[in-house]
């Protein structure tokens, strides 16, 4: 499998990361446990979390989840601090960073973290506060790699002026919302930094919250899954286009709009692995073969045009 670094990171890992968002929200401990085993039996060991998912319930159950089988080796756990677990659990203040940490080792049941994550901006906070107390955690052993998420251009450059002057830790990963349909966000100024500085960009919302798996096609389709309320959006002139070609392109690749969306994402430069969750045993191997699926330059050009 094309096995891809977490920008200049030690982390090496196959083009997909497990959204960890549906545990212990649409999905419980054991549709929760085959998931997570058919996901390495396919190859795949990175794993996407955060403290704030179910308020940590996604932690809990991949903790569980770890302890059960005695993998802890095998895979790489990623997760995020920063929103809001509590009116005084919040943000990206050092103090607050060391305490996080402790709450998310004690419910993955492990004594380290691959990837921790800043899951979004904190202005109160100056990037050197948090950049010191991530350095203490991987002078610790606690942490491996740290990154950001929802962060902008102009706050990753500061932040890694800031590492390079004061020798500390770089957010080597950055998680910005990537898919067809939301392109805004990486395509321009965040892809061109991610391709010249290394930066692992790890999508999420990569089917668009589901919109892309094809199964949204009118109103009457939103009771299909909790996350059809957020489906209306996609609903125009734009949204029938993708999925028109997502259509076109899956039916020459035998292939469905899920499956083909992801092919595009991992295609794009600057992309590391997207991020993509599952509730079944079928949809991991539909992903699996999303990912591994190599799209014609044909293919890509009516993708990318159908979603202008």
């Known amino acids: 499998m094309d096995r891809r670094p977490l920008g200049r990171s030690e982390l090496v890992i196959e083009p997909l990361v497990l959204g960890g968002n549906v545990f212990g929200w649409t999905v419980e401990k054991d549709t929760g446990f085959a998931v997570l ?7 795949f060991t990175a794993i996407d979390t955060a403290d704030v998912y179910g308020k940590g319930k996604s932690e809990t159950m991949i903790g569980e989840w770890l302890k059960a089988r005695g993998n802890r080796e095998a895979v790489h756990i990623f997760t995020k601090l920063g929103s809001e677990m509590a009116p005084d659990k919040k943000g990206l203040k050092a103090a607050y960073v060391k305490q996080a940490i402790e709450d998310s080792l004690k419910r993955l049941q492990t004594d380290y973290i691959d990837l921790y994550q800043s899951h979004r901006p904190d202005p109160e906070t100056p990037h050197e506060e948090t950049l010191e107390a991530f350095d203490l955690l991987i002078r610790a052993g606690k942490v491996r790699v740290v990154g950001s998420s929802n962060f902008t251009p102009k706050m990753i450059e500061e932040a890694h002026q800031i590492a390079v002057v004061k020798s500390l830790p770089r957010y080597e990963t950055e998680q910005p919302e990537y898919n067809l349909y939301d392109r805004s966000t990486f395509e321009g100024p965040l892809q061109d930094s ?3 500085e290394e930066i692992g960009i790890i999508p999420y919302f990569s089917s668009a ?3 892309l798996t094809g199964k949204y096609r009118s109103a009457k389709d939103f009771n299909k899954s909790p996350r059809g309320t957020r489906m209306e959006k996609y609903l125009n002139d ?3 286009r ?3 070609a997502l259509d076109a392109v899956g039916k020459s690749n035998d292939a469905t709009p899920a499956e083909v969306s992801l092919a595009r994402l991992v295609a794009q430069p600057g992309v590391s ?8 045993v079928d949809q991991v191997k539909s992903l699996a073969k999303g990912v591994r699926l190599k799209l014609s330059d044909a293919d890509l050009k009516t993708l990318t045009e159908a979603g202008k």
Request: no cysteine.
């Open 37 to 43: 085993d058919a996901f390495v039996d396919e190859g």
């Open 194 to 196: 991610a391709v010249k």
């Open 209 to 211: 919250a589901g919109f």
């Open 238 to 240: 734009k949204g029938f």
């Open 242 to 244: 993708i999925l028109e």
């Open 273 to 280: 692995a997207p991020i993509a969750s599952a509730t079944s």
